[in-house]
């Protein structure tokens, strides 16, 4: 909770001063971020342990120095900056002191101190005296609460996942922390990570990787590194993990990092009979340069496309939980309207498109955007519906003549949210038909479930146009689908091709974007 950065933005007026004076002679005026460096390399980088004076000094200036900081929390605070794997013995020095003094260290504290273990460990094994630290410091939170909670929890976890033979006491605590919460990205991911470390556990490894996607918690490369690198140690079990790690990705549509990549294209230099991976770049149309063969269309079958109406449409028509912000009579009325004038080749969330490139326009212009994304589509003989709200009829009268001549219009109430109609109004004309948005519908994806997300996903790839800009001139710019797939996938003739970003992050944006790095990877069986 309290890391460098946080300290950095809290205040810090006197404090160290006193500490750093007796250390340098400089008591002059250094910005609160010099002097926590200072106290950073001169204390907590440099030394692998402090007298108590100097311990003494710390936790008070830091008490003194931050609002924030109090005798509460202060020591969870120290351990949160000497976190790092070679302060070990720093943050272990520290805890001794609290002993020392009879107070001793607190739960916070403690958990804070399994964490420094936890780096540690990611950088050598920890010896046998440092595991039973750490198992001496569960037991100790266990037997004081019978339940303890999510951030307990995921301490703990963190510190048994560095043990050898321990490490599986982490489980019920993982199942204690659903009771409030779902667990962190990281107590799953060290969880995961230490299960595909060990040749036995991969089964339960796999099932922690499904339930963490499941929980929408985007899983950290460490938890592939960890399968990757025990597969360069079995040989034999290689093809088929990579192809069951490959479907995973595919079926939940996550891109690897660089990190991961750089491991399986290692993977391939160092298992040439099971595998070949080379880095890749895609031409136009989504043409592998490596391999020469094209991606796969991202178009979804017909069988798929009825699910996926049938699976919305109900939800619609029968349980009418999509239509949360509208009146039944206006859902009525829409119906109705959509009955007489579809199918579409077109739905266009007018809101959206005129909002696109800025909502603090005249509404003269954002009429005007409006009409012109209409033309463009009137210019190529497509029948468009233009959903909209009653305040746009305020809006330009030529400009919205133009769209009412033009296209089918149909205005909700201004509290209603669009994109149900939109969806609604798409998948009823059938499965030629695009829409024109910018929103992701990320929350109609997940309402779908964990099947039919990927297939919504693909569908929506293939129609959704978006509105890139409006240039000086007038002319607009308009994103068209990408029609071949952009997540790993197998191609044809049967070279898998990953896409890969740059870092981890938590939370994907879901947009269509073409991924710039690609590999290109063929299992041999
Ligand atoms: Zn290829």
């Given at each position: 909770m309290y890391n460098i950065r946080l300290l950095r933005q809290?205040?810090?007026?006197?404090?160290?001063?006193?500490?750093?004076?007796?250390?340098?002679?400089?008591?002059?005026?250094?910005g609160s971020s010099d002097q926590l460096e200072q106290l950073k390399s001169n204390y907590f980088e440099r030394r692998q342990e402090l007298s108590g004076d100097e311990?003494?000094?710390?936790?008070?200036?830091?008490?003194?120095?931050?609002?924030?900081?109090?005798?509460?929390?202060?020591?969870?605070?120290?351990?949160?900056?000497?976190?790092?794997?070679?302060?070990?013995?720093?943050?272990?020095?520290?805890?001794?002191?609290?002993?020392?003094?009879g107070a001793g260290p607190n739960?916070?504290?403690?958990?804070?101190?399994?964490?420094?273990?936890?780096?540690?460990?990611?950088?050598?094994?920890?010896?046998?005296?440092?595991?039973?630290?750490?198992?001496?410091?569960?037991?100790?939170?266990?037997?004081?609460?019978?339940?303890?909670?999510?951030?307990?929890?995921?301490?703990?976890?963190?510190?048994?996942?560095?043990?050898?033979?321990?490490?599986?006491?982490?489980?019920?605590?993982?199942?204690?922390?659903?009771?409030?919460s779902t667990p962190s990205v990281s107590a799953y991911s060290a969880l995961t990570e230490k299960a595909f470390g060990q040749s036995d556990q991969t089964e339960l490894a796999w099932r922690l990787l499904e339930e963490?996607?499941?929980?929408?918690?985007?899983?950290?490369?460490?938890?592939?590194?960890?399968?990757?690198?025990?597969?360069?140690?079995?040989?034999?079990?290689?093809?088929?993990?990579?192809?069951?790690?490959?479907?995973?990705?595919?079926?939940?549509?996550?891109?690897?990092?660089?990190?991961?990549?750089?491991?399986?294209?290692?993977l391939g230099?160092?298992?040439?009979?099971?595998?070949?991976?080379?880095?890749?770049?895609?031409?136009?149309?989504?043409?592998?340069?490596?391999?020469?063969?094209?991606?796969?269309?991202?178009?979804?079958?017909?069988?798929?496309?009825?699910?996926?109406?049938?699976?919305?449409?109900?939800?619609?028509?029968i349980r009418g939980d999509v239509f949360q912000k509208s009146t039944p009579e206006e859902v009525l009325r829409f119906k109705q309207y959509v009955e007489k004038t579809a199918p579409y080749d077109c739905v266009i969330?007018?809101?959206n498109v005129a909002y696109s490139t800025g909502a603090k326009k005249a509404p003269q212009q954002l009429a005007k955007l409006l009409a012109t994304v209409v033309r463009h589509f009137k210019e190529r003989n497509k029948r468009v519906?233009?959903?909209?709200?009653?305040?746009?009829?305020?809006?330009?009268?030529?400009?919205?003549?133009?769209?009412?001549?033009?296209?089918?219009?149909?205005?909700?109430?201004?509290?209603?949210?669009?994109?149900?109609?939109?969806?609604?109004?798409?998948?009823?004309?059938?499965?030629?038909?695009?829409?024109?948005?910018?929103?992701?519908?990320?929350t109609h994806a997940f309402l779908l479930g964990a099947e039919l997300k990927p297939i919504f996903r693909r569908w929506q790839q293939e129609h959704q146009f978006s509105l890139v800009t409006q240039t000086q001139t007038g002319r607009i710019i308009v994103k068209e689908p990408i029609r071949h797939r952009l997540c790993v996938h197998k191609a044809k003739a049967g070279a898998w091709h990953v896409p890969y970003c740059e870092a981890y992050t938590p939370n994907p944006t879901d947009s269509f974007e073409v991924p710039e790095h690609w590999l290109c990877l063929s299992l041999k069986t």
């Open positions: 809290l205040r810090w007026p006197g404090g160290p001063h006193r500490l750093m004076a007796s250390q340098h002679k400089r008591p002059h005026l250094l311990w003494h000094s710390v936790r008070h200036s830091l008490i003194e120095g931050y609002k924030h900081i109090n005798g509460h929390n202060v020591d969870a605070v120290i351990l949160g900056v000497c976190s790092g794997p070679q302060q070990l013995p720093l943050a272990k020095n520290y805890v001794d002191y609290l002993r020392s003094t739960a916070a504290t403690l958990g804070r101190l399994l964490r420094v273990y936890n780096a540690a460990y990611h950088t050598r094994p920890l010896s046998e005296a440092e595991q039973r630290d750490i198992l001496q410091i569960c037991d100790s939170l266990q037997a004081a609460h019978e339940t303890l909670d999510a951030t307990s929890c995921e301490q703990l976890i963190h510190g048994l996942v560095a043990t050898t033979d321990h490490w599986q006491r982490a489980l019920p605590l993982l199942e204690m922390m659903k009771v409030t963490m996607v499941l929980a929408r918690k985007q899983p950290k490369c460490e938890v592939y590194l960890a399968l990757l690198n025990r597969l360069a140690q079995e040989p034999a079990t290689a093809s088929v993990q990579l192809e069951r790690l490959l479907q995973f990705l595919e079926r939940h549509s996550i891109l690897v990092t660089q990190k991961v990549a750089e491991r399986l294209l290692q230099e160092l298992l040439p009979q099971q595998l070949r991976v080379t880095s890749s770049r895609l031409g136009p149309l989504g043409k592998c340069l490596e391999c020469r063969q094209h991606l796969q269309p991202v178009a979804i079958s017909e069988e798929q496309f009825r699910q996926l109406s049938e699976c919305f449409l109900e939800k619609v028509l969330d007018g809101l519906l233009v959903l909209g709200r009653e305040h746009m009829r305020k809006w330009s009268k030529t400009a919205m003549h133009y769209v009412q001549n033009n296209a089918s219009l149909f205005l909700t109430n201004n509290l209603s949210h669009d994109d149900p109609f939109l969806l609604y109004a798409t998948l009823i004309s059938g499965q030629e038909t695009d829409f024109f948005s910018r929103d992701l519908m990320r």
